[in-house]
């Protein structure tokens, strides 16, 4: 009797179905290329909906793909929450391409809008250039096990999926449904969730009839952080904090009493890096563009006539350009924004060249010679065998005419043409 029951209550389980786990539903919602900032915002998001118990989980989505690390970290959370997700491509007019294609096969149920399309998954080398053909074809080919590991799993269409990645294949959301890689085709999120009613669905934690007649939405949004890394994750906006950063720093280097560059500076760095730490980034750029702020420091203290600027500049383009050339299009440097960075570092650098080159051809103003040419007045009569005073640039000075048949008379405007030890010797301004 004890063994019938325990063999009974093995099979429970898989007899009974698993009804939602409340009536409330969790909504995430992403638009954007898939990095790292949607992989925290989305893993982040079902382990908050998971710890509310929710009945599940509505992803709407719209990305052009992205990281391929970023996209299967997301995959895998998909496939291991315990509670359903719906992956649905909303608006009308959005797309799951490339990384979005595994999201969404990835997903319990699929859904998308009219007007919506899906694929062109092919993998595409990071840096914009093709690896040989060795190495493409075991890119391709893993890309190509996955994809058809989880339509297999999800029961879709692995043919189709296979050629999302080897043809970059794509479908429109009547093509998808026709082809069962999609389960519904609506027009707003209240439509589907009506939709989803009384649906059974698989999950590791069992199989569940979801219940969303009376569900209520609950908004699953971004924190502060994943918002503040968001925006911070655009590497122009990177480039360029990096920029004023490290100039603000040299001109706070260079002149310390000027805190406000130094304080700007520090700030625009620390933003800087905070956006680098989500980014892959590529060091040797790193390096370059280090080597350019070393060059373009040189060229303030050596005399090298622009060779230095003309050095870091080249260095600097080099950087910028490898810098993030390990990541896709939608992750990259726009062109615009790397010209026009590089304009203003060459016209300041410009600027600081003939600023130096006009200090050291002008004339001292320091010392014996930075005397020569003052102009001031005779205090006291003055003749060459007999010193007087002179009043010149706000200081009084004895003075002997430098003419020895010259007399100059108190009152009378006079020119420093010389200096001998502290006595300065003057003409009669005529």
Known sequence: MNRFLRFVLLFLPGLIPVTAFGSTYAVLEYEGPIGPVAERYISNGIDRAVGEGVSFILLKIDTPGGLDESMRAIVKKILASPVPVVGYVYPQGARAASAGVFIMLACNVTAMA?????????????????????????????????????????????????????????????????????????????????????????????????????????????????KLLGVLSNPNLVYILMMIGIYGLIAWVQNP?????????????????????????????????????????????????GMLAV???????????????????????????????IAIVAALLALIVYLAA???????????????GWTGEARSDLTYSTEGSVYVHGEYWTAVPADSSSKIKKGERVKVVAMDGMVLKVEKLQ
Not at 193 to 213: F, K, Y
Not at 316 to 339: A, D, K, R
């Open 114 to 226: 009219p007007g919506t399309n899906m694929g062109a998954a092919h993998p595409v080398n990071m840096g914009g250039q093709q690896p040989d053909s060795v190495m493409m074809g075991k890119i391709e080919n893993d890309a190509v096990a996955f994809v058809r590991s989880i339509a297999e799993k999800r029961g879709r269409d692995a043919d189709w999926a296979e050629r999302s990645v080897r043809k970059s294949a794509s479908v429109s959301a009547e093509e998808a449904k026709r082809l069962k890689l999609i389960d519904f085709i609506v027009s707003s999120p209240e439509e589907l969730v009506e939709a989803l009613d009384g649906r059974v669905v698989e999950t590791p934690s069992g199989r569940i009839t979801l219940q969303t007649a009376d569900a209520r939405e609950v908004k699953v949004g971004m924190r502060w952080f994943e």
């Open 358 to 372: 006009r200090a050291h051809t002008r004339k001292p103003t320091t010392g014996n010679e930075g005397m020569i």
């Open 311 to 341: 050095g870091g500049i080249v260095s600097l383009i080099l950087g910028t350009v490898i810098m993030f050339q390990s990541v896709p299009q939608s992750f990259g440097i726009s062109w615009p924004v790397i010209i026009i960075v």
């Open 257 to 305: 009493g000027s805190i406000f560059p130094g304080v700007i500076g520090f700030i625009a760095l620390v933003f800087a890096l905070y956006g680098l730490q989500v980014l892959p980034v590529n060091y040797a750029g790193l390096a370059l563009i280090g080597l350019a702020i070393f060059l373009f420091i040189l060229e303030v203290k050596v005399t090298s006539h």
